[in-house]
Structures are given as structure tokens and as C-alpha cells.
């Protein structure tokens, strides 16, 4: 009846490593540049006890979808499976890092998330097969509040892991409104609020007047996300969690 929401994992995200392929070789080439500069640049940076900048990212947003148990029951036998679509969006955000020790890095960055989500819900019928298509549209503002290790640093160049918690909460959710009045419109409404751990890894480079960062970070959200209704989209979910992608490039002075 229902097919894993793994198995479209690779199509649907295969602009995604092709991305992620271009990154590491853009890796590569940075690192043995850097290692191969004898000018050091922002020698001073590493003293500092705080720092600030900004970041540009680019997400892939998506689902975690758990079906129903009595799915064919609540779809007449017609609902054969449910998958969910990541879609690309953009976040924008403030850094703020502390130092907590030569290596140890607490680090602040409240964002905004522009993120877009598809459902896809498949039907047979008597006659045909058919798809509805139910379109999550979401507006974060992000509190992510991370624990940062860095590498010593070689020349112009250096490496980190970062993993934290993130808090979310989404300024266009649909939480209030009357599904019965929507009839064939509608939504699949989620809770506004969400908890989330996250991880990943970057690089940066010390720049001559500021410090570049390329950052790829996975965020799984712990909070079952859908509002129990009368919708035939909402009762044949038993829950939806969030799983995003990020990729950031940051700039920091």
C-alpha cells in the first residue's frame, strides 16, 4: 500500500548531490589554495572572544510521512500511498559566535526560512489512477542554538562539525482554519511551533578582510506535526515530521 518514503529519497534529491559534488570539488580547490598561501590572513581573528556576521542558505524541505494504520479503510480502499516531495527554498540569518575554548564554539543563528513542501496523495479509482497534490507552504523564524568543534586551523583554512537543537516556529501556518468550509481545498494543516536536532560539517577561509563558510546541515524535527480533522488528507496520516536540508554560505568579520 504505502511505499517508504526512503525509496524517492535519491530522485527526488538529485539535484542535491550533483550540488553536493560541485561543493567538494569547490572544497578541494579552496583547501589547497589556502594551504599553499604563505600570507595569513586575519591573524588576529582567532583571538577574538565573539564575532558576528550573516548567512545565505539554500534548503530542501521535506517530510517524514508515517501512514495511517486503517488508511484503506478511512479512503474507501482508494488511497494507495502518500509521498512527500522536498522543494527548495532560501534562509537568511544573523551569526553570533562565542568562544568557548581554542576549539569549542557556541554558536547563535536566528534566521528566516522561506520553505515550500508538497504532498502527494495516490488515488484509484474505477476508471483511472490520480493524484492530489497537497502544497505546504511555510515561513520559519529559526532559533538554532548549536555547539561548534573546529580544527586547528592550517594556513588560511580550517574545518568544523557543529550540532545542536533548533526551535522553529511558522509564521504561515493554516492552524486555524475551518476545513470544513474548505471542501476540496483542503489543507494539510500543521501545528505552528517545532522542535528540531540538527548536525552537519563546513569549511571556512580567512579571507584578507573577512571569513568565508560553506556549511551542509540536516535538521530532523521531533514533533509530529499534523492537526487531526475530518480531511481525508489529515486521517490518513498518523504523523508528519520535518527533515530539512540546508546549505549556508556564511560571512563573518
Known sequence: MFRPNHSFFPRSLKSLFSLKKLLVAIMLLCSIKGQSQHTLNLPAYTRG???FGFIIGINWAD?????????????????????STPQIGFDLGIVTELKLSQYLKLRFVPSLGFSDRQIDYYFIGK??????TKDVQSVFLNFPLDIKLISKRLNNFEAYVIAGMKYS?????QNN?????AGVRATVRLKR???SYEAGGGIEFYLPFFKFGLELKISQGLRNLIIPDSSIYTKSVNSLTSKIYLLSFTFEG
Open 49 to 51: 572572544h565573539i564575532h
Open 63 to 83: 517530510f517524514v510521512v508515517d501512514p495511517a494504520p486503517n488508511m484503506s479503510s478511512v479512503s474507501g480502499d482508494s488511497l494507495k500511498y502518500i509521498r
Open 193 to 195: 511551533t517545532d522542535w
Open 169 to 173: 516556529t511558522d509564521l504561515a501556518s
Open 177 to 181: 482554519v475551518n476545513q470544513n468550509l
Open 127 to 132: 476508471r483511472d489512477t490520480f493524484t492530489a
